[in-house]
């Protein structure tokens, strides 16, 4: 085969020999390519080069096949210049990218990849899509040096320089193919070469032979099983496959991914120094594929995102897998090895400056609002942090928000006591399927950053007493960014007004009045927002309406005059859930006027009163909301206060307020339906009398408790019965102590949450 210059090939290195060519090639195709490449450099260079295959890295490759020629040759007295050589093959272009396109799957084969028919088939009729890479050269002295140092990610000892060098030019070559193909091709080729065979994690498994009794080989099976079962295993081809089904998806569900693709570049330029932890919010199961196809379309590193093994189900578990995701067992605590195995796999991830990706939340909010976070991931990359496997870590939190998502109508049916449909082949198929109908926007959004270094001393012991509080504080810092940047949309406020009018129906004007003072009170404080939220005209507010209708969650009922909106009878849990997506803002506001109503009874009306209630309220609420630290929230409420009091008065004086500039009232919108939640624990504690009472038996009953209070009038909200509600509800009483505590602290609970109600009864009566 003859080299013709038209043949793409890099220059030969500008450093003397000899050389030694590390030939990593699948087919005598691509042997014979890159040897009539090597002819012709051999013709402009005086020193020999001597030509070596090394198992090819695009097939099944072992140690053991590697050619111990090779090791011969690098043992000689000279210091050769190792030089790994690849024939890469490149997609078809489309727009001016080169990807697998999803028409592309009935064509068998991965074009990146092409069987012998298919290779020459591209070899004669598209030459430009066949290159010849190089990897980076080295010395033999160098590559030596690297394989006998005692310390550090290296090939562990056992293996042969060959072998060293033969995984060495495997990732040399993989890096100069990433530059070739694009930076959102960035993979972990070579996990099981590069990492279960590294120093670090061979003495893991000899530390964890001895100390469970077990053989070397058993625990290295075991672990490797481990590693295999855990590990993402990205592809090229799936990942071009699956971008082509998730944009199909979002035409069909969506209008727009709405995010900043500066702001986004610019959070992956520290990235190129400083390993990135992107912790999104979990809304919906549509959320790692929206955020993958916002990082593709910008060619940018996928991110390695976390998953729960119960999505590793027939066919989507292997796409998965091959699009990024790595799979983690729900428990593992009594698992030594399997710890040992996720904590260097984190530990590797992070050292090559992969950027990973999961959920802070653990789960799906199934009520629209941000959940507590879950620690486990983030107290693996902080020990990572601590041990120096990095020099620090950036956490980026990240706000996956929707106009309207097709999971609601799943998770309504959880909180009114249904089990959780399992993750499935078929149930993959409905979820697709119901996304035909349109959900509006999606809207990414991106919060500050925080540096691990800044948060965390590499010194503190995450295991004492103050170090115990270092990680959820960090978390919960993540979760309040995530929160304060977190977009209002107009279908968060139409629901917002909507469900502060009880069951009443409004047509598209009488909504714009409803929503009034909500946008105005979005404008006076500067709150984000997805579009323009002004709705200043009976059209717009239709539009939003709507778009509530075509997923049934509002109803319309056409009328003589104008059509009539209301919520869809048992769709209020629906609506809530879209309005709990932004409820965190106007919770300050709502915490004062209860606060408020709560002194009207007692006549304590002195400010310094006024802000201790609120930090009882706080404290009652602590489990539902993220709170900013006490200084903080207190000036918030001050700051409130002083947009509605009367006349210019000292904190010494009585605390007058303009009850008409505060209305519509907040607190009945924003904490009615979880304090009434709570007092439907709080009543099905008492019937308990003095016996413990378990968590789970205490969620089932409360669930019947609910819908008797609330048909016979003792709560008001529909929203209350809600066992994700009763969740955070039991928490609360859990934290107090009352599952297993006597009938009087029980019943004192129970006339706490009373006289709020009666308080929160007041203020909606009021207005």
């Not at 190089?134 to 010395?139: E, N, Q, S, V």
């Not at 077990?214 to 990942?239: C, D, F, N, W």
């Not at 912790?279 to 919906?284: D, I, Q, T």
């Not at 009170?521 to 507010?541: G, I, Y």
Request: include cysteine.
């Amino acid at each position: 085969m003859m080299f013709r210059d038209t043949d793409h090939a890099p220059p030969w290195p500008d450093e003397e020999g000899p050389y030694v060519a590390l030939i990593d090639a699948s087919s005598d195709l691509e042997a014979d390519l890159i040897a009539a490449y090597l002819d012709h450099i051999a013709q402009t260079v005086t020193d020999p080069i001597t030509r070596l295959r090394i198992p090819p890295s695009r097939r099944q490759r072992r140690f053991t096949n590697v050619d111990p020629a090779i090791s011969e040759r690098l043992r000689k007295e000279d210091d050769p210049l190792c030089v790994p050589l690849r024939v890469a093959w490149l997609a078809e272009e489309h727009e001016g990218r080169r990807k697998v396109r999803f028409k592309d799957v009935f064509i068998p084969g991965d074009p990146r990849d092409p069987n012998i028919l298919r290779a020459h088939f591209i070899k004669t009729r598209y030459p430009d899509r066949v290159r010849i890479v190089m990897g980076h050269p080295a010395r033999r002295s160098e590559l030596e040096k690297w394989w006998t140092e005692p310390s550090g990610r290296t090939v562990a000892d056992g293996t042969t320089l060959g072998e060293f060098v033969a995984l060495k030019s495997w990732l040399s070559l993989e890096r100069a193919e990433r530059n070739l193909r694009g930076l959102h091709y960035k993979v972990p080729k070579f996990l099981m070469e590069d990492l279960f065979w590294s120093r670090a994690f061979q003495t893991g498994i000899q530390r964890l032979a001895r100390s469970e009794n077990k053989s070397e080989k058993r625990m290295g099976q075991r672990t490797r099983r481990y590693l295999k079962e855990i590990a993402a295993q990205h592809s090229p081809y799936v990942i071009d496959i699956v971008n082509g089904i998730t944009s199909a998806m979002i035409a069909a569900a969506h209008q727009n991914v709405d995010y900043s693709a500066e702001k986004l570049h610019e959070i992956y330029q520290i990235g190129d120094q400083t390993p990135l932890v992107f912790l999104p919010s979990h809304k919906s199961n549509f959320d790692h594929l929206v955020f993958q196809h916002v990082l593709y379309e910008n060619e940018l590193p996928l991110n390695h995102t976390a998953g729960g093994i119960n999505m590793n189900f027939f066919l989507i578990g292997p796409l998965l897998r091959r699009s990024g995701i790595f799979f983690i067992r729900r428990e593992f605590k009594k698992n030594e090895p399997y710890k040992f195995v996720l904590r260097q796999y984190i530990d590797y991830l992070l050292e090559k400056r992969f950027a990973l990706e999961w959920y802070v939340e653990g789960g799906r909010s199934r009520s629209g609002k941000m959940r507590e976070p879950h620690l486990g991931l983030l107290a693996y990359v902080a020990d990572a942090y601590q041990r120096g496997i990095t020099d620090d870590v950036v956490l980026v939190p990240v706000s996956i928000a929707y106009d309207q998502i097709t999971d609601v109508s799943a998770y309504t049916a959880e909180q009114r006591g249904q089990q959780k449909e399992k993750e499935s082949f078929l149930w993959s198929i409905k979820f697709i399927t119901g996304l035909r109908s349109r959900h509006g926007n999606i809207y990414i959004r991106f919060g500050e950053p925080l540096k691990m270094s800044e948060h965390l001393s590499p010194t503190l012991d995450l295991h004492s007493d103050k170090g115990r509080l270092a990680l959820p504080k960090l978390a919960f810092d993540v979760s309040s960014r995530i929160n304060d940047v977190t977009p209002i949309t107009p279908i968060s406020l139409v629901t917002m007004a909507l469900l502060s009018q009880g069951h009443r129906g409004f047509s598209p004007a009488e909504t714009i009045d409803i929503l009034h003072p909500f946008v105005e009170f979005v404008h006076e404080r500067c709150l984000p927002t997805s579009t323009s939220v002004a709705m200043s005209t009976p059209e717009q507010a239709r539009a939003a309406l709507e778009q509530l209708v075509e997923n049934s969650v509002v109803t319309r009922t056409d009328g003589l005059t104008d059509d009539i909106y209301s919520i869809t009878r048992d769709q209020h849990l629906a609506a809530a859930y879209y309005r709990n997506t932004i409820i965190h803002f106007f919770i300050p506001v709502a915490i004062a006027e209860l606060a408020l109503a709560l002194g009207f009874e007692s006549d304590e009306m002195l400010e310094d009163s006024v802000i201790a209630r609120t930090l009882a309220l706080r404290d009652l609420l602590k489990f539902e909301f993220f709170f900013a630290p006490t200084e903080e929230f207190v000036e918030s409420i001050r700051e409130e206060l002083a947009r509605y009091r009367i006349g210019d008065t000292g904190p010494d004086d009585p605390v007058e307020v303009d009850r008409q500039a505060m209305h519509p009232a907040k607190s009945p919108i924003v904490l009615r339906p979880f304090l009434e939640a709570y007092a439907v624990v709080a009543e099905t504690l008492v019937l308990e009398g003095n016996q413990p009472v378990g968590a789970a038996d205490l969620k089932k009953r409360c669930l019947k408790m609910g819908e008797q209070m609330y048909h016979h009038g003792d709560i008001r909200s529909r929203e209350s019965v809600s066992t994700a509600l009763y969740a955070s509800g039991i928490q609360l009483v859990d934290n107090r102590g009352l599952l297993s505590c006597d009938i009087e602290s029980r019943r004192a609970f129970q006339r706490e949450l009373s006289s709020i109600l009666t308080a929160l009864n007041a203020i909606t009566d009021d207005h």
